[in-house]
């Protein structure tokens, strides 16, 4: 069963933050974030393993609730480059080498 | 970040053709994943390829489709007889040094017409 996004776009202007959820009703042994631009191949952002960890990368972190099985990515004073689609994948393998099972997505749009 | 490519980057076939869609790592892999993604949708796992061998499939990948590492470097993805319906890009991933991390290559676009 896949993961479930929300929101499922968002519209924001430049320097304005935003949240994006992930939901599984899997236990999971790692979340992974991707952002996808039109006609592109889906870029990795960052991994999440069980045990909740937090991580950062520039002005974009993450965080993952193993008791809940949910993750947020948040996006900070958000960038033209930043729009596109967001996708969580979840591994819910075991190991980490499993197979990713993506969420729907969800497009951001950031305007100047 | 391991870089790889695939060619074609675009495939135009007819309905019934084979098809066979390239992923060349710039280094040694056991691991690789194929993926796919119609047109507007989420990415799909179809499968995964261990040391020469299928680790795991999903529903989509039927008798229809083969993976193989037909020299040792590269991984084949092949579509025996394709249907509309197979439309899509086709991302094969590679994993990164740390582990669980999957990198995809830029992908081939499947048109069946």
């Known amino acids: 069963q896949q993961p479930v996004q929300s929101p499922q776009a968002v519209i924001l202007r430049e320097g304005e933050d935003a949240v994006i959820n992930c939901s599984s009703s899997?236990?999971?042994?790692?979340v992974h974030w991707y952002r996808q631009k039109h006609g592109e191949a889906p870029v990795f952002l960052m991994i999440?393993?069980?045990?909740?960890e937090q991580k950062g990368h520039e002005k974009i972190s993450a965080s993952f609730n193993e008791k809940k099985q949910q993750s947020s990515l948040y996006l900070t004073a958000s960038q033209l480059s930043y729009s596109g689609t967001y996708f969580c994948?979840?591994?819910?393998?075991?190991?980490?080498?499993?197979?990713?099972?993506f969420g729907q997505g969800t497009i951001l749009t950031v305007h100047p | 970040e391991p870089e790889v490519t695939q060619t074609p980057s675009h495939q135009v076939t007819q309905m019934g053709q084979e098809v066979i869609l390239r992923c060349v790592p710039i280094?040694?892999?056991?691991?690789f994943y194929w993926y796919r993604q119609i047109l507007g949708q989420k990415v799909e796992f179809l499968v995964s390829?261990?040391?020469?061998?299928?680790?795991?499939k999903s529903e989509i990948f039927d008798d229809q489709f083969s993976v193989e590492r037909p020299d040792g470097s590269n991984f084949t993805l092949k579509i025996r007889s394709t249907k509309l319906e197979d439309s899509a890009m086709y991302f094969c991933?590679?994993?990164?040094?740390?582990?669980?991390?999957?990198?995809f290559g830029p992908g081939t676009r499947l048109t069946v017409l």
């Open positions: 994948g979840t591994n819910a393998g075991g190991t980490s080498y499993g197979k990713l099972t």
């Open positions: 899997k236990a999971l042994y790692s």
């Open positions: 999440l393993l069980k045990g909740g």
């Open positions: 280094s040694n892999h056991l691991y």
């Open positions: 390829f261990y040391n020469n061998e299928i680790s795991e």
């Open positions: 991933a590679i994993p990164h040094l740390q582990a669980g991390v999957q990198f």
